[in-house]
């Protein structure tokens, strides 16, 4: 299955590269680059200043081609019911997810350090896409992360459990 990757508003074509040649490492998948999408409005929520990724995700769906899981990236701030904001959501039925760049870097990040955050949540989302769950090892892509630090802690592949869960 192949996997395309959708730039949603402006996105560095480094960032886009990296994440393109990190999902290879992980996965080992066909990665196709789309012609980058403006922001939809409808998932603009103002009383947050957000917008929310199950609207996002749902727009991001009609670029999708059939037999294809597409991952979204954007630079906007996220969030989804219930959380103050997301790395990224992901919906298995509709084989699309999202991620945002908006809380990965900042002052004194690197620029390689916010593309192995970017690469870590891209992974992660897709294995969502694939049917995995949450992983209880704190090294795996699939474990769940509350905060950067986890994001940091983690490995950019599959831990051994997991690995052979991949489609
Ligand atoms: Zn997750
Ligand atoms: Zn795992």
């Known amino acids: 299955m192949n996997v395309e990757l959708q730039p949603v508003g402006e996105i560095s074509s480094w960032l886009l590269d990296g994440i393109r040649q990190g999902f290879y490492t992980a996965i080992s998948y066909s990665v196709s680059l789309n012609p980058s999408v403006p922001v939809p409005p409808q998932a603009y929520d103002p009383t947050r ?10 727009e991001l769906y009609s670029c999708k081609r059939k037999g294809a899981y597409l991952l979204g990236i954007t630079s906007v701030d996220l969030f989804t019911k219930g959380k103050s904001f997301v790395f990224g959501e992901a919906s298995p039925m509709m084989e699309t997810a999202v991620i945002s760049l908006y809380t990965l870097g900042g ?3 690197s620029d390689n350090l916010v593309l192995q955050r970017a690469i870590k949540e ?4 897709v294995g969502h896409l694939m049917g995995m769950d949450h992983c209880s090892n704190t090294h795996c892509v699939m474990h769940f992360s509350n ?4 994001t940091d802690f983690k490995d950019a592949f599959f ?9």
Not at 52 to 58: N, P, V
């Open 49 to 58: 200043n957000q917008y929310l990724a199950d609207t996002m995700i749902e």
């Open 107 to 109: 002052p004194g990040i």
């Open 122 to 125: 891209a992974v992660h989302e």
């Open 147 to 150: 905060s950067l630090i986890d």
């Open 159 to 167: 831990c051994p459990a997991c690995k052979p869960r991949l489609l």
